[in-house]
């Protein structure tokens, strides 16, 4: 399975192509002016479409500050609501990924945004 993953395979009627699935989290209000950061540095092309990406809906976010936080550490687990995930395709290019990953972090709120990469296949 590995080595699928690394090259894609043909199948009918479509390629199984390798891609980087990259994947933040932010506050609902945030996500689309991240995403507009991302789409001025990759174009996301899908097919014969670009400026592809995919938004799930608000979950909770659970995590608790520790010593070297902004806010100092704290004892009690904070839950936040209204938390999103975007989720988009990169080719595998180290290039673009960074520069996707440092047009996250500079328009983010977070001082330590969670960006996911993952290594897939898509159709």
Avoid: C
């Avoid at 989290?25 to 995403?35: E, H, T």
């Avoid at 507009?36 to 996301?44: E, G, I």
């Avoid at 976010?61 to 004892?75: I, K, L, S």
């Avoid at 709120?109 to 960006?115: D, S, W």
Wanted: charged residues 25%.
């Amino acid at each position: 399975m590995t080595e699928i993953i690394q090259a894609g395979f043909d199948t009918r009627p479509m390629t199984m192509e390798p891609m980087w699935l990259i994947t933040y989290q932010a506050p609902a209000a945030d996500i689309d002016r991240i995403f507009d950061a991302v789409r001025v540095v990759a174009p996301l092309v899908h097919g014969k479409t670009d400026q592809n990406g995919y938004r799930a809906p608000a979950g909770f976010e659970y995590y608790r500050p520790r010593e070297g936080t902004p806010t100092g550490a704290e004892e009690d687990i904070r839950k936040r609501p209204g938390v999103d995930e975007m989720r988009f395709f990169l080719p595998r290019d180290e290039a673009q990924l960074n520069a996707v990953i440092e047009a996250i972090y500079e328009v983010h709120g977070y001082y330590e945004p969670v960006i996911i990469v993952q290594d897939v296949l898509r159709s």
